[in-house]
């Protein structure tokens, strides 16, 4: 279905562009969240954008006017809640408890939804549907204004890299349609946003209930807002890449249905791998180099991040579950102590003091978790803090047993994120985000703090497969230069002699 049309298209989130336009598929589907406090209608809105779009079918259509039986509101339309809400104790309580995913697609491209409950004892399960999404839908009651929850939700869905925006000023309708109260609440916030380097903010006054702006334009009723539509923004949004790391693989399974082969499983978590290339194992160093790519039924030229593979190496190396596979050219960081937030899910917080496991990917380490400090979600500001409690925000710092490796979370949201499970439960008590390797002295180590060499290919492998290598990897660099390249390089320094 074509959405309709408003005054004004976007190309990019939030601006305008001429009325005609060709009309171009994007083939990624983008993902979104809706997110904010209770009760200000995120089932419903994406309810009606189902709805709207033609993604409910016949049946599904049938079924939610007969349980819509005594709910139908002023205008006589179904109770499009019940689209998202399939527990039981959510259509009782008339909430959002967990995650509900939905597709629908438009013209221009597909969309998964991930429609997050508000209120704050299920954060953790907003914080779960904001760690894939792209973009975040953040609800705001046109009569309530900006809540401690929305900006919890806003808080947690920048920390997780979303960095676009749908500011949806919802129930504009029981305002008035009062245009001073949307442009005075989407001021508020973006000044808020801009606390949390967030730019791309695009508010929108809206009418779930009504459909007014979500698919067709509300310019009948509020002829003063000439921005897109709910569904005019997601079209117009970009997909994040997230990956400017290099390749990057978590072992997953040791493939072994023979003598003759010697495989290893995982999902590219980053960059891209062919046949031919050198990689680095990590925590070891060893290297090798790639002889082959087998998936289920064939063997490929190539791999890219999101594709389940399983490499074949031309020597015998010690790999084991929990190992990274990763480019030489550009390796995560590794070392004993890292700085990270949190979000506390469990009621019994984070402890100082206290040993956790981590898990990032298939790896599980022992960590020691220092609290460092807090954020206060009615200041925005961060205060020292030596505990967190249930949905708390906070900034720690992870001291491990044995080397670790991650990259900063904004540039690999995979090698980059971790939960920590207690030990004595074995509940998941946080969701975290690596934002940077701390040094032995207290700050963070930065890239251009290693030495970088400059060596012939064939040196430099046999160098980076040195014990001596794998115990200094942290302090050094080593980039291969092709035969040309070291050729001009003697040619160079011999002119200057």
Not at 16 to 22: L, N
Not at 296 to 317: E, M, P, Y
Not at 322 to 346: H, K, N, W, Y
Request: glycine letters at 8%.
């Amino acid at each position: 279905m074509t959405a309709a049309k408003s005054s004004a298209e976007p190309a990019t989130l939030g601006s305008p562009v001429a009325e005609q336009q060709t009309l171009v598929r994007d083939t990624r589907p983008l993902r979104l969240i809706t997110c904010g406090s209770v009760d200000d209608g995120k089932s419903t809105l994406i309810g009606r954008l189902l709805w709207d779009t033609k993604a409910v079918k016949e049946d599904q259509a049938a079924t939610l006017r007969r349980d819509s039986t005594g709910k139908q509101n002023d205008l006589g339309l179904p109770d499009f809640a019940l689209l998202l809400d399939g527990l039981q104790a959510e259509r009782e309580q008339g909430i959002t408890i967990d995650v509900a995913y939905r597709y629908f697609s438009t013209d221009r491209r597909s969309f998964i939804v991930a429609d997050t409950p508000g209120h704050e004892q299920y954060t953790r399960n907003m914080a779960t549907g904001a760690s894939t999404a792209d973009l975040a839908v953040l609800l705001i009651d046109a009569r309530a204004g900006i809540l401690e929850q929305t900006r919890r939700h806003a808080t947690i869905a920048a920390l997780l890299g979303i960095k676009q925006f749908v500011l949806a000023v919802n129930k504009i309708d029981l305002t008035g349609y009062d245009r001073a109260g949307f442009e005075k609440i989407a001021h508020d916030f973006r000044e808020f946003a801009l606390t949390l380097g967030i730019k791309q903010v695009t508010p929108i006054p809206m009418s779930a209930l009504k459909g007014e702006n979500v698919v067709h334009s509300g310019v009948p009723v509020m002829p003063w807002y000439q921005g897109p539509t709910l569904v005019e923004a997601l079209e117009s949004a970009t997909v994040r890449s997230g990956q400017s790391t290099g390749f990057r693989m978590s072992v997953q399974r040791v493939a072994r249905p023979g003598e003759s082969f010697r495989g290893y499983q995982g999902t590219v978590a980053g960059g891209a791998i062919k046949p031919g290339d050198s990689v680095m194992i990590l925590p070891s160093g060893m290297v090798a180099n790639v002889s082959k790519i087998v998936t289920f039924d064939l063997v490929r030229n190539a791999a890219v991040a999101g594709d389940a593979i399983t490499l074949v190496l031309d020597r015998q190396v010690d790999v084991a579950r929990g190992d990274m596979i990763v480019s030489i050219e550009r390796q995560p960081q590794t070392g004993l102590s890292f700085d990270a937030q949190i979000v506390a899910l469990q009621p019994e917080g984070i402890e100082a003091g206290k040993r956790y496991w981590l898990k990032s990917g298939s790896r599980k380490q022992r960590v020691l978790v220092d609290p460092v400090a807090q954020l206060e979600m009615k200041t925005g500001a961060w205060v020292p803090a030596d505990r967190f409690y249930m949905n708390a925000i906070g900034k720690v710092r992870l001291t491990f047993d044995e080397m670790a490796m991650f990259d900063p979370y904004e540039q690999n949201r995979l090698t980059g994120s971790f939960i920590l499970i207690d030990p004595e439960t074995n509940n998941t008590v946080s969701g975290g985000m690596i934002t940077g390797k701390r040094s032995e002295l207290g700050g963070l180590n930065k890239d251009d703090a290693r030495v970088v060499l400059s060596l012939p290919a064939d040196l430099a492998e046999q160098i980076m497969a040195s014990e001596l290598f794998a115990r200094r990897r942290d302090e050094a660099q080593i980039r291969r230069m092709t035969a040309a390249q070291a050729a001009e390089l003697w040619e160079n320094a011999a002119s200057d002699i």
